[in-house]
């Protein structure tokens, strides 16, 4: 079909591309055919100008480079996983939707950007606020339905959907989108233990992961190092807005304007001898039966409010306002004197053989030169960076917050107790890893001398280990955090729960 559209080498240049894209493409029928429309139709466009590429005059060329037309599949697994949800409950079906939006709104931000050279750092928030929006609605949904009974397929994308930020990450994206995505596993895993004999949800957990997955390969195959803009298009703030910030065929009229509303129907009102009426013995009843709801709405009487405990109220039986009054402001004093929270002082010094690293705030520049003979010990430290240069004995991190450690070597072994939201990178090799009541924490590893590394893990929870090549590219592997204990032989035997992947 594309043979006698084209022209001598350029057209067997097009033919030879798209003939290897289309070879390499999966997915149903209907999925093929609509990409292989899209770029039948680019193909027309370039024939009828003589055999010149797109220059951008017409507004639908734009959507048929390759790197619109291939967001297509992650638009087709959305709408797939909307399909899915439908049959389940509400809010799986809503935060579903929210999803769908934002894989909209990114497909639109994508047509921006074949049309608009790169904004500049001041322009780019309105230009992603479209994008930016949506993901926050799903966010709020989630923090706004804790106490649904379908939390976990909330909290599994909420915490996943931030990988569409990619926009934002360059180079390499990918790394910061395999992050995001790999937070969503330990909410996955939940779905899939508490609804395994329930129909629909080990679907809807696979048809998750197919949109992640499919949103990381476009990127990979096409916006590897950030996002490539068009350096001889548009303002980016100016095609944002005339493309109305929105999903939706180009070119499309806007929507008639909404109708005036009606005018208020007046409501007669009643007379007042209307309103007196029976006795409701039922909601006397409904009242009677709460038990002791009853009396949930009740004031507490302190035994200042009575009078045979405060002389003063003996001569009359009420409290005055005054009285209330007082007391109120006597208790608003007694909290204004409340004394401050305690602070510590900031430590960095060798004790004898012991480096000691305490209640650092915020330091990215925090360096100890060790010697094998050494200690250290690290505690209350958040939102830092300790490089230890050098061989030494141990390390051990206590009660740290988003805190990040770089080690030449060990001789012994580096403990990590209490923390949360840590990561530990070992250059050489160290022969034991402990991790213990610890939520997050990200190990890397250098493949060529870091795997005789023996982990071990209690009590904690998103621990990742990430094997680095020598390229820089790294693998990453979670560890098991739930167990299925059976008796089988005369024992019971555990062993690590069916992991959905």
Sequence with gaps: IFHHLLPGSFKLSYYNEYKSYLSGMSGDLSSLVARLESVTSRLEKVASKGGAAPSGDGDDDFDTILSVVEYERVVDAAKA????????????????????????????????????????????????????????????????????????????????????GWVCVAPRPIDYMTEMIGAADFYLNRVHKDYKDTPGHKEWIKGVRDVFGALKEYVKENHKQGVKWNAEGGNAKDVSAKLGGGGGVPGAPPPPPAAAPPPPVAVPLKPAAAAVSAPNSNALFAELNRGDAVTSGL???????????????????????????????????????????????PKLALSGKKWEVEYQEGRQDLVIDAEPNQTCYVFKCNQGLLTVNGKTNSITLDSCKK????????????????CQSVKVQVKD??????????????????????????????????VNICVVEDNGEYSETFVAEQFKTTFQGGKFVTEIAEVVG
């Design 299 to 345: 004031r507490k009487v302190t035994d200042d409010m009575k009078t045979h405990k405060n002389p003063n109220l003996r001569g009359s039986s009420m409290v005055t306002e005054a009285d209330l009054k007082k007391k109120k402001e006597a208790n608003k004093a007694s909290h204004a004197a409340a004394k401050p929270a305690k602070t510590f002082t």
């Design 429 to 462: 090799k160290i022969p034991t890893i402990s991790i213990d009541k610890t939520d997050g924490c990200q190990v890397f590893l250098q493949k060529a001398t870091g795997l005789g590394c023996e982990i071990v893990t209690a009590k904690s929870s998103e």
């Design 403 to 418: 805190m990040s450690i770089v080690v030449d070597s060990l001789i012994a072994a580096l403990d990590i107790v209490n």
């Design 81 to 164: 996983l909307e399909k899915l949800a439908a049959n389940l409950p509400k809010d799986v079906a809503e935060i579903t939707k929210l999803l769908r939006s934002v894989v909209d709104a990114q497909k639109q931000l994508m047509r921006v950007t074949v049309r608009a050279k790169m904004p500049s750092p001041a322009e780019l928030p309105a230009v992603i606020k479209p994008l930016n929006d949506v993901i926050q609605k799903l966010t709020a949904y989630r923090e706004s339905h804790r106490a649904s009974k379908e939390f976990n397929h909330l909290s599994a994308i909420s915490e996943a959907v931030p990988a569409f």
